[in-house]
């Protein structure tokens, strides 16, 4: 029983460090001149919380900071908050990073299993970081007028840092993962 509260005490305690990494990650932002997406480290953050903490509570911490900055906390791009920025041309992309979080955590599979190939851990960072984009695109569509404006602002600019970020996360995930099953 003290086995089971104090996963649990962990459990909450790495979802909500996930979720203030996911926020924190808005501080380092770059605008882009054609493009109401700044290129940000969030995604990141949330394909990591994935990563490392299984689908279920990745995909919590991801939920806990979309719910932090639709209630207003200044954790979305450009330190802004409130739910319309779920609804302006950036929401689709912060609701890809809840998809981010659950389908890296799906593929690479539950927390517990440390020694896992990397090639599955490249195929959830790679799926992780894509997933943002499918609604991220749709929305974007609609505030910008057509689907070529939607990936010549929303898309293409960010091939080049979500492929170092990818990058990145393939590196440490698998020390982040053997960490948090240590808990």
């Known amino acids: 029983m003290q086995n089971t509260k104090r996963k649990t005490l962990s459990g909450i305690a790495f979802t909500a460090l996930f979720a203030a990494l996911i926020a924190a990650g808005t501080f380092i932002s770059i605008p882009v001149p054609f493009s109401p997406v700044p290129i940000v480290l969030q995604n990141l953050f949330a394909l990591l919380a994935g990563l490392v903490l299984g689908p ?7 939920g806990l900071y979309l719910l932090a900055g639709a209630l207003g906390a200044p954790v979305f791009a450009g330190a802004s908050g409130g739910f319309v920025h779920l609804i302006g041309p950036t ?6 990073y809840f998809l981010s979080a659950l389908t890296a955590g799906i ?19 790679f799926a992780g970081l894509l997933v943002v984009y499918a609604p991220g695109l749709i929305r ?3 505030a910008v007028g057509s689907w070529r404006a939607a990936f010549l602002s929303g898309f293409i600019p960010f091939i080049p840092g979500d492929a ?8 440490i995930a698998p020390r982040l993962r053997r960490a948090a099953a240590e808990r």
Do not use: E, M, Q
């Open 56 to 62: 279920v509570l990745g995909a919590a911490a991801a």
């Open 107 to 125: 593929i690479a599979g539950p927390p517990k299993s440390t020694k896992i190939p990397l090639f599955r851990i490249i195929l959830a960072v």
């Open 140 to 142: 974007l569509k609609y």
């Open 164 to 171: 170092i970020k990818g990058i990145i996360a393939v590196l």
């Open 91 to 96: 929401g689709g992309f912060l609701a890809g």
